[in-house]
C-alpha cells in the first residue's frame, strides 16, 4: 500500500508563489509516474503537473504551464510543486498521485493512489 501525503498549502496573495510537498511512504516510489491534480468547488478534478519515474519527462496543463514545475528527489522519497504569479482561479485543493502505468499519463483514471489534498487559496 502507498501513502501519500500532501504539505504547503495555504493562502497567498495574488501574484505569490507557494511549495507544495508530497512525502510518499513506498519503497518503490522510484518506479512511480508521480502527478499533482486540483479540484476547485463545483468543478472537475484536473491534471496540473506530471512527472515520469525518471524525471526525465514533464507534463504541465495549459493553465499553469511556465507558472510551475515538478521536480522530484527518489531519495526522499518527494515531489514537489513549485507555483508562481498564482492567481485567484489557481484556488483548490491539491492532491498528489502516484501512477504505475509508466510514461504518458496524464489523466486522473491512469492514477492508482492519492494524497488527501491539501487546500491553496489565491485571494485578489
Known amino acids: 500500500q502507498v501513502q501519500l501525503v500532501e504539505s504547503g498549502g495555504g493562502l497567498v496573495q495574488a501574484g505569490g508563489s507557494l511549495r507544495l510537498s508530497c512525502a510518499a511512504s513506498a519503497r518503490t516510489f522510484s518506479s512511480f509516474a508521480m502527478g499533482w491534480f486540483r479540484q476547485a468547488p463545483g468543478k472537475e478534478r484536473e491534471s496540473v503537473a506530471v512527472?515520469?519515474?525518471?524525471?526525465?519527462?514533464?507534463y504541465y496543463a495549459t493553465s499553469v504551464k511556465g507558472r510551475c514545475t515538478i521536480p522530484r528527489d527518489n531519495a526522499k522519497k518527494t515531489v514537489y510543486l513549485q507555483m508562481n504569479s498564482l492567481k485567484p482561479e489557481d484556488t483548490a485543493v491539491y492532491y498528489c498521485?502516484?501512477?504505475?502505468?509508466?510514461?504518458?499519463?496524464?489523466?486522473?483514471?491512469?492514477?492508482?493512489?492519492w494524497g488527501q489534498g491539501t487546500q491553496v487559496t489565491v485571494s485578489s
Open positions: 512527472i515520469s519515474w525518471s524525471g526525465s519527462s514533464t
Open positions: 498521485a502516484a501512477s504505475t502505468r509508466g510514461l504518458g499519463v496524464t489523466s486522473r483514471n491512469e492514477f492508482d493512489y
